[in-house]
C-alpha cells in the first residue's frame, strides 16, 4: 500500500542554522501538505502543494514538490526557538497517508 | 479561533469505563477523522467519516466505535476503557480528501 516516509526523524541544530525534512512516497502523490506540531499542541495546517515541481516560501521556510510528485522538502532558514516542534507531511492520493513527523530541536 | 472543538480536553478514568469524546466542527466539512497519538510520536488513524451516516474503520486496530448522525459532530465512543488505551485522541476536519486538516486541541486520556 501507499507509504510516507519522513527523515530524519529527529534533528538537533544551534539556534540560526538552516533545517532540511524530507518525505518520500513509494507512489505519485496528488499533492503534498505540512503541518507543524508544537510540543503538547496539535498539528496545524501549513501549506500544501499540488504541482509537479512547485516551490512556495513562508517567510523563512521553503517547501518544495519533487518532479514526480513522489518527494517533498521542508526547508527553514535561520531556525529560531519558536520553530521547536513537529513537522509532518502528508501524501495526498486515494487516501492521506501522514508521515512519521520530524522533531526539531532548537538550541538557543 | 478554533473551528472544531474537542470535550473534555483532559480525562482521567477507571478501567474498564464507558467513555465518549466527544467532536465538534462549524465549518460544515464533510470528512472527519479521528486520530491516536502519544507524545511527540507518528498520528495514527482509527476511524474517518466521509459524510453523514458513512463510517469506516482506518489503518490503527482499534476498540473504539464512532457515528456520524450529523454533519458537524462525530463522537469516539470507547465501550471498556483499558490502560492501553492511554492516548491523545485528535480529532479533524477537512473540506474534502485532498485538502488540509483543521485538527482539534485533543482529549488526553488517561487510563487507571
Known amino acids: 500500500g501507499q507509504q510516507v516516509m519522513q527523515i530524519p526523524q529527529y534533528q538537533h541544530v544551534q539556534e540560526g542554522e538552516d533545517f532540511t525534512t524530507y518525505c518520500n512516497s513509494s507512489?505519485?502523490?496528488?499533492?503534498i501538505q505540512w503541518y507543524k506540531q508544537r510540543p503538547g499542541g496539535h498539528p496545524v495546517f501549513l501549506i500544501q502543494?499540488?504541482?509537479?515541481?512547485e516551490v512556495k516560501k513562508q517567510k523563512r521556510l521553503t517547501f518544495q514538490f519533487g518532479e514526480a510528485k513522489k518527494n517533498s522538502s521542508l526547508h527553514i532558514t535561520a531556525t529560531q526557538t519558536t520553530d521547536v516542534g513537529t513537522y509532518f507531511c502528508?501524501?495526498?492520493?486515494?487516501?492521506?497517508?501522514f508521515g512519521a513527523g520530524t522533531r526539531l530541536f532548537v538550541k538557543a | 479561533e478554533a473551528d472544531i472543538y474537542q470535550t473534555p480536553r483532559y480525562l482521567v478514568i477507571g478501567t474498564g469505563k464507558k467513555i465518549t469524546l466527544e467532536c465538534s466542527q462549524t465549518?460544515?466539512?464533510?470528512?472527519m477523522y479521528w486520530y491516536q497519538q502519544d507524545p511527540g510520536m507518528e498520528l495514527h488513524l482509527i476511524h474517518y467519516?466521509?459524510?453523514?451516516?458513512?463510517?469506516e474503520k482506518g489503518d490503527l486496530s482499534s476498540e473504539s466505535t464512532v457515528s456520524r448522525i450529523r454533519t458537524e459532530h462525530f463522537p469516539l465512543t470507547l465501550e471498556s476503557a483499558r490502560p492501553s488505551h492511554t492516548s491523545q485522541y485528535l480529532c479533524?476536519?477537512?473540506?474534502?480528501?485532498?485538502?488540509?486538516?483543521?485538527f482539534g486541541s485533543g482529549t488526553r486520556l488517561t487510563v487507571v
Open positions: 479533524a476536519s477537512s473540506f474534502d480528501r485532498d485538502y488540509g486538516y483543521t
Open positions: 507512489t505519485t502523490l496528488s499533492n
Open positions: 502543494l499540488v504541482k509537479s515541481g
Open positions: 502528508a501524501g495526498g492520493g486515494f487516501k492521506t497517508i
Open positions: 465549518m460544515g466539512h464533510d470528512k
Open positions: 467519516s466521509y459524510g453523514v451516516n458513512s463510517t
